[in-house]
């Protein structure tokens, strides 16, 4: 049974910083493309960072670029997401998510498997 269970969410004020952790159990991350994705109320799922299928590439959506970091420790089959010069536009439930496919990989409807998500609120 595959599970992916987030961890590292909070409360920061702007310019701070949280990382976030997903590990998974059941699935070799490695074999998988896999990232994260946020949802705030009232809007749309929607895609964060992301490594390719064999980690061969990163790709950020341009609203966090320069600011958040995927990352990786293979032994520990656990993903990161390092998040800085944090803003309120920032607060969502970040989810990971990793799948299988060779569809988009900005697109939330081509992931297998989620976690339950983890709760990131900036204060001003």
């Known amino acids: 049974q595959v599970q992916l269970v987030e961890s590292g969410g909070g409360l920061v004020q702007a310019g701070g910083s949280l990382r976030l952790s997903c590990a998974a159990s059941?699935?070799?991350?490695?074999?998988?493309?896999k990232g994260w994705f946020r949802q705030a109320p009232g809007k749309e799922r929607e895609f964060v960072a992301a490594f390719s299928r064999y980690n061969m590439h990163t790709y950020y959506a341009d609203s966090v670029k320069g600011r958040f970091t995927i990352s990786r420790d293979n032994a520990k089959n656990t993903v990161y997401l390092q998040m800085n010069s944090l803003n309120s536009a920032d607060t969502a439930v970040y989810y990971c998510a990793a799948r299988v496919g060779s569809g988009s990989i900005y697109s939330k409807s081509e992931y297998d498997y989620w976690g339950q998500g983890t709760q990131v609120t900036v204060s001003s």
């Open positions: 059941g699935l070799l991350f490695s074999g998988y493309a």
